[in-house]
């Protein structure tokens, strides 16, 4: 016999060979029997119960001769160093979810998509001491060949699957139930036995790095099966839909846990979390858990001390709703401005916004969702934080995601369609990884667990009019894509080091007494008293300009100077433009931050949002109105400094930005009918929006 032969006869034989008989893998070894003998084979058989043979001779199949399996435990811990039967389940699950096809299917598309030259720097900085499919899947590529061998993964599961019941490490049952499993994917993907034969062939060539796709024929011409009709109404016949469905609910059940999904989200950027799907939350080795905590502390900033909480400052809603609202304007052909009164965005940023039409389908929490799961499992992993509260936060993300998309196929649909839209600079995409799961029947995504229960998510949603009013802050800070929570202690003492350098505010009363002298008056009362009487009498404007340029001064002089040259030159529009934008923004950060220093409760945040979005309406109509006085305001009350223009420049380039929503994650004024104006954006066409969105359709 042939000795690439020798794995799949295995793999085919009597699976069941000591059990009640599984019809299927009956078939399948009686079959193999007669491609043996085409290759010179003449082995000896293994042994089937008497209940499968009179079922083989009553198909006209047949039987194969007795045998038995003695070394099997030898073989499996020699061929795959399984001792145990936790170490074969792995593999096991592995090989149905993941397998050595992922990375040979993704590699072989790439390479498809590679010019020659490309192709050829690809083969040189492959090793193929590491990967000894690089010796031929290049040449495979540019010959033509199908680029299909699963049944590598697939058989090999069977194989393990009887080799378990044989060896002891997996009950009748159990063997039944992986050997359906691996039935069933190859009956999705193949359409005959010479098909399913050829792809075996290909997979075990990648595998060694030798070409033994001639070693067997690919056609019998006395395979009774051979014609791919015969092929589906056999296997139809064989695969008993009760045997079936209990292999479907046994396969999912490996797979039934919270933990499950979000492993399964965190293994596309880490795909080596698919060999512990057995048990996602045992325990990993010293090496791993330490990197885990490295990279939680120099990366997110996220540690020991903080508690596992800390993990939801990376649930962004608001993220999601501004994502939803920009693609489903865009699928409308509706787009904000491309160009401002302070400059127009990179001509990358408006090729990246354009791309959002083709999500407008698709819910966006995904996009934000992953990363969160991609944390959340390195949290795990770091053993770091309290084991119950990382829990409670996975099965919240299970059931959010459950409820946006109603099956794995809608899931992994949008994933690809936002991470196509929205790829991270300096970063690997994801879009090869995601369309392989979206395409392989055997990815761990098609068999989880899929019931939404009771509606809960990770951390609190804000409503759409409260997310306007942190939206205020602009450019100030960074976008607030999620309600403010108190931080942790780390944390908190850098928030207050901002407030107390920037504002001398030393506490929550403090605090709390300056927002409502800002929302009354702040520094445009300062302008109205101080500089604008200037306006009107420029004589006077020039003798005080000039009292204060003789002689040295204090630096609140010399700042007062600097404001009334800006009045006398207008810079910036100062004396023209409203300004209330800049004391606005400057609440709402104080606010935010407030409520982060635990200094402000949610109903008193809530009402200073309420106040400063009451403001923002009175004053202006719209968000450029807005930004122009922001802007204004920011730099007639500058202090002296050397950075100046460049300060001005950055919050320019950023207003631009927040404007134009480009790039998309800048700021979410594109996203947003600014306080009081007409609503004027699309609705989604889905239920992933922030509460008050009254456009929503359900």
Known sequence: MCLSCRPLWRALGCIRGCSKGNLLVDALHAWWEQQLELCGGGIGSHLLSAGANERLARLGIASPREGCWPDAGQWLAQAWQIESRDTLIDAMLWLAAQGERQRWDIDAAELKAMTVARRRQWEQETPVDDAPFAALLPG????????????????????????GACGGYLSDTEADHFAAHAAELLQIRYAGWSEMLSAYLRGFSLFNGVDCRAECPGEATENPWRDANTWQERLVALSEPAIREASRTALRAYRSTPQHWLQAIAGIREPELMLRQREPLAPVPEARRMEAARYLEDVLDMHA???AEVLARYWLPAEAHHLNQMAADAAHGIHVPSQTVFGRPSREALVQRGWLKQAGRHAATIHMAEKFAFYWQTAMDSRLFDEGSLLT?????????CHFYATPTRLLEAWLAWERCLPEPEQASLTS????????????????????????????????RHFTAMALVGPLNSAAWSQPQPESAREREAIRGWVEGHYQLLGADELRSFIDYMLEAGDRQEYQINYAPYTLNRERLDAEIAILQTGESEAEERNHLLRLERVRDNEDDCNELDMAAWDIAQTVDLAIAGRELGWLEPAQLARILE??????????????????????????FMGETDERESFLAGLRHALVAWRCGAPVLAGAWASLDFPGSKPRHFAPLHIDTLPGDRRTLH
Do not use: N
């Open 305 to 307: 001390d903080e508690g």
């Open 433 to 464: 990884d995601i369309a392989w799961h979206l395409k392989d029947p055997g990815s761990v995504f098609h068999w989880l667990d899929w019931h939404p229960g009771e509606w809960r998510e990770p951390a609190e949603r804000p409503s759409l």
């Open 140 to 163: 495979w590529v540019a010959t033509g060949e199908p680029l299909e061998w699963a049944a590598w993964d697939w058989l090999r599961l069977a194989e393990l699957a009887w080799a």
């Open 611 to 636: 106040r400063a979005y009451a403001l923002a309406e009175k004053h202006y109509a719209g968000w450029q109105a807005y930004a122009e006085g922001m802007y204004a305001g920011f730099s007639f």
């Open 393 to 401: 936060q996975g099965e919240a993300l299970k059931s959010c995601l």
